[in-house]
């Protein structure tokens, strides 16, 4: 049974410094890896597909101090609210 240390196409002796940059191959991993050059020395980086993102709504849909203005502008002042959360906030 062979181990492989390796995910990227340096696991099949691929050594970047012998490509361009900007190729991209296939790695051990079964992914694509593109040669990109850091601090004078060509890499493999991982090519991340970002389809399988998604938007996901927050848990937190007001803030502490909307919900607090919100609440305190109906009955008090612009003046009195902002003065009441600035004494809050520095508890």
């Not at 803030?63 to 002042?77: V, Y």
Request: aromatic share 12%.
């Amino acid at each position: 049974m062979i181990i492989m240390s390796k995910i990227s196409p340096l696991a099949y002796g691929l050594d970047p410094s012998n490509y361009e940059v900007g190729t991209v191959k296939e790695g051990a991993n079964k992914l694509n890896w593109i040669i990109e050059q850091k601090k004078n020395k060509k890499k493999w980086v991982r090519i991340y597909d970002c389809s399988t993102l998604s938007h996901e709504e927050p848990l937190i849909k007001e803030s502490l101090f909307q919900k607090f203005f919100i609440e305190n502008i109906k009955t008090k002042s612009f003046e009195t609210t902002m003065q009441e959360w600035y004494i809050i906030k520095n508890l």
